[in-house]
C-alpha cells in the first residue's frame, strides 16, 4: 500500500566485501547525490538462546488447568496469570472475535501437538521451523490450553486469539533489519491483529527511520505491535526496535 508509506522506495545496495572498510566514504558520496534522503546499514539480527526456569510453587490448583509444561512458565507466575484466569471467568467474558497474532520469527511448526488447534496459515511455506525459536515463541503466545499437553496460554479456552507465522530470520536464527521491517509490513497488509518479535540489535538512532515507519504502518493497519524488552536481559530503551515508538 503505496499511498501509506514511503517504504516502497528503499532499496539494498550491497557493498563489495573489499570495500566495507570506505562505508562512512559510500555514505557521504550517497548523501551528495540528489536522490537519497537517508542510509541506513541492513544490520545482522540474531536469535538469544532459549532459558527454561522452573517454578518453584505448585500451579495446578491454583491455574486450574492440566498442561504439563506450565512448571517451566515463570511468566504465569509473574504476571498473576491466575487472577487473569478467574477475572474471565467471573466476568463471563467473551471475545467479539478471535484475534490474530503474527510471530514473525524462524517460523512456526504448524503442526505442534500444542500449537496446531490454534493455528491460520498465511502461506504454507511459513509454516515450518526448523530452528525452533518461532515455534517456542509461538507456544508461548497460543498454545492450545487445557489440553494436557505441553504448555499454556493466556487464552484459557483457546477461543480468544490465534497464531501465524511470518518468517523474518532464517534456520540459523538469523535475520537482517530488511528482512524484519519487510515481515511487519506482510504481516500488517494481512490484516493480523498483533506482530510479536522475540529479536532485536543495539539501537543506533541513525539507524532505525526505517523501523520507525514499518512500526507506523502496521500500527496504522490496526496491529499492535509487540517486542521483547532486551532478550540480552538490559534495558530495552537500548534495543530496536522494541525501543521504537508504536511499539
Known amino acids: 500500500k503505496a499511498d501509506l508509506t514511503d517504504l516502497d522506495d528503499f532499496y539494498v545496495l550491497n557493498v563489495p566485501d573489499n570495500q566495507l572498510g570506505n562505508l562512512a566514504e559510500i555514505e557521504q558520496q550517497l548523501y551528495k547525490t540528489i536522490m537519497v534522503d537517508w542510509v541506513e546499514e541492513n544490520e545482522v539480527i540474531t536469535i538469544s538462546p532459549i532459558e527454561v526456569t522452573k517454578l518453584q510453587k505448585p500451579i495446578e490448583k491454583r491455574f486450574r488447568i ?43 511448526d504448524a503442526k505442534h501437538e500444542d500449537i ?5 496459515s498465511i502461506k504454507s511455506k511459513y509454516d515450518r521451523d526448523v530452528q525452533g525459536h518461532g515455534t517456542h515463541c509461538a507456544g508461548i503466545a497460543g498454545s492450545v490450553s487445557n489440553n494436557a499437553t505441553g504448555v499454556a496460554s493466556f487464552s484459557q479456552n483457546n477461543e ?4 501465524s507465522s ?18 511487519i509490513i506482510e504481516a500488517a497488509d494481512n490484516q493480523v491483529d ?5 529479536l532485536g540489535g543495539r539501537s543506533n538512532p541513525a539507524k532505525q527511520k526505517s523501523y520507525e515507519k514499518a512500526i507506523k504502518y502496521a500500527n496504522d493497519a490496526g496491529a499492535i505491535v509487540i517486542v521483547a524488552a532486551g532478550n540480552s536481559n538490559d534495558n ?3 534495543y530496536a526496535p522494541a525501543n521504537v515508538k508504536g511499539v
Open 66 to 108: 492440566n498442561d504439563p509444561g506450565l512448571e517451566q512458565m515463570w511468566g504465569f507466575d509473574a504476571m498473576g496469570i491466575d487472577q487473569f484466569y478467574k477475572s474471565i471467568a467471573e466476568g463471563n467474558i467473551q471475545p467479539q472475535r478471535k484475534a490474530t497474532i503474527a510471530i514473525l520469527d524462524t517460523g512456526v
Open 116 to 120: 496446531a488447534g490454534n493455528y491460520k
Open 160 to 163: 480468544f486469539v490465534q497464531i
Open 166 to 183: 511470518i518468517p523474518v530470520l532464517n534456520n540459523f536464527g538469523m535475520g537482517t533489519q530488511k528482512s524484519i521491517i519487510d515481515g
Open 194 to 198: 498483533v506482530i510479536s518479535m522475540s
Open 236 to 238: 530495552a530503551k537500548n
